[in-house]
């Protein structure tokens, strides 16, 4: 079966742009994540949605952040506007259901806020 | 608060050397565990879980972790490494069905 997909792969954006990722997760999976892993750390839960709503956002700075998963499918993640301190690679992830299922996770986005 | 914790930051072993890296949770509830994988190059990917049942849990690639809920840890263990397992490592703590924690992982290289 096809992997998570996720582009671009790369993004170079100065501070203050606005960026956005692009997820599409493994077919029929329920739950999708997304992850931001800076430099030397593990990978820390930004958004959790269950079909198209969301479980947990508790950790999203909602003030620059946004994501999206309409249809229940494919998913958005955007920064606007980016701050150095974005830079990081953006892990999607998602998984049969939420509660304890293996997370298939994409290559992930590596972005650079100059 | 909920976190995850891993102590060895980065480890080096020869061939058939023994590995156990260290894993630690905090209390907040159901916790399910689990350890994933990144190889060079590639996506994270699952090594094992646990939920309930036996605490000691078998993965792929001759993998083993155990749970001590006395001591909220879950060491990953494998008795022989090869070159082939160098790769970063990470444990993860699921709470109560929902919020995900990852550590900060530990990098194993493996000295042929």
């Known amino acids: 079966e096809a992997g998570v997909a996720q582009s671009p792969r790369y993004k170079i954006i100065e501070k203050r742009q606005s960026v956005a990722f692009w997820c599409n997760p493994i077919s029929g999976h329920a739950t999708l994540y997304w992850y931001q892993q800076i430099l030397g750390q593990g990978p820390k839960l930004l958004i959790q949605?269950?079909?198209?709503?969301?479980?947990?956002d508790s950790q999203l700075p909602k003030d620059r952040f946004s994501a999206e998963r309409l249809k229940g499918v494919d998913s958005t993640l955007k920064i606007q506007p980016a701050k150095l301190e974005d830079s990081a690679v953006y892990l999607c992830?998602?998984?049969?259901?939420?509660?304890?299922?293996?997370?298939?996770f994409g290559p992930g986005t590596r972005l650079l806020v100059l | 608060a909920q976190s995850v914790s891993q102590h060895n930051h980065h480890v080096i072993l020869s061939e058939a050397a023994s590995l156990e890296l260290g894993c630690n949770y905090s209390?907040?509830?159901?916790?399910?565990l689990f350890w994933y994988v990144q190889y060079p190059g590639q996506h994270l990917q699952l090594l094992l879980k646990y939920f309930s049942g036996d605490p000691l849990v078998k993965g792929i690639k001759g993998f083993e972790a155990e749970f001590i809920k006395s001591k909220f840890s879950f060491n990953l263990r494998k008795p022989s490494v090869q070159w082939s397992d160098t790769a970063e490592y990470f444990c993860a703590a699921q709470y109560n069905f929902n919020k995900f924690y990852f550590g900060s992982g530990t990098k194993l290289n493996v000295k042929p």
């Open positions: 949605f269950q079909n198209n709503g969301v479980v947990d």
């Open positions: 992830a998602s998984s049969s259901r939420t509660g304890g299922e293996t997370q298939y």
């Open positions: 209390y907040g509830g159901t916790v399910n």
